[in-house]
């Protein structure tokens, strides 16, 4: 095997693992750094109002809902 095929060898595989690193599908959202407690500022880290945890509660419904859905296929 030649120098030449190895290097192009080499290339071709870091260009496909180059374009599957940049099309992944995402499919789940990033995850929260930080707990619901607190809401995210310009100025930093707050204490969470009522009105912020309603994201929880609804973020909690859907993941029970998922995982009864995925219990019952199972």
Known sequence: MSIASVIAKLRSRA??????????IKDHPTPR?????FRQTKRGRLPARQED????LRSRAERRKRQAEKAKKG
Do not use: E, G
């Open 15 to 24: 260009h496909r693992r180059a374009q599957r690193r940049a099309n992944r």
């Open 33 to 37: 750094t930080y707990p619901y407690r």
């Open 53 to 56: 945890l309603l994201p929880m």
